[in-house]
C-alpha cells in the first residue's frame, strides 16, 4: 500500500520528469528524465530520486554514471520529509566514485537511462588513450 503511494505521490509531485525504475520493498528509483545530459555513449549525469516510504524520506541525488567503467559519483544531494516536501538537509559533491554491481539499484538506473530513455544523438566516444599512445611510433621508428 505504502508502495502504490510511493508511486502516485512521485509521478504528481514533482515538476521534473520523474520515471519509475525499480523498487525493492518500501523503497522506489526514479530518474528525472528531462535531467539526464549525456557526455559520451558511456557517461552521463542526472537526477535521481530513492523514496524510501516506511522512513518518510525521498533522497534527491544529482548522480554522474560511467557504465563503461560501472562507476557513479553523487554530485550532490537533498533529503526531504515525503510527507511535506521540506528539505531537511543538503550535500555537495562528494568526492568519491563507487562501483555498482550487475545487480545494483545504480546499474538498473543506468540502463534505464541508456536503454529506456529517448537520448537523440548521442557525443562520439571519447578515444581510448591508451590506444592512441600504443600507435604512436617509438623512438626508433620516427625517421
Known sequence: MLLAACLLWAGSCFAEDMRFVDANGYTGYYVDAGSV??????????TIAVIKADRNRMF????????????????????????????LSTGGTESGVHPYGIYSPMKEIVDF???????????????????????????????
Do not use: W
Open 37 to 46: 545530459t549525456y557526455e559520451s555513449v558511456a557517461a552521463c549525469n542526472a
Open 60 to 87: 534527491r541525488y544529482t548522480m554522474h554514471f560511467d557504465r563503461g567503467k560501472g562507476v557513479y559519483q553523487i554530485l550532490s544531494s537533498e533529503v526531504l520529509r515525503y510527507d511535506t516536501k521540506e528539505v
Open 113 to 143: 537511462i541508456y536503454n529506456d530513455l529517448p537520448h537523440g544523438d548521442l557525443p562520439p566516444e571519447a578515444p581510448d588513450e591508451t590506444a592512441d599512445a600504443a600507435a604512436l611510433p617509438g623512438p626508433g621508428e620516427l625517421g
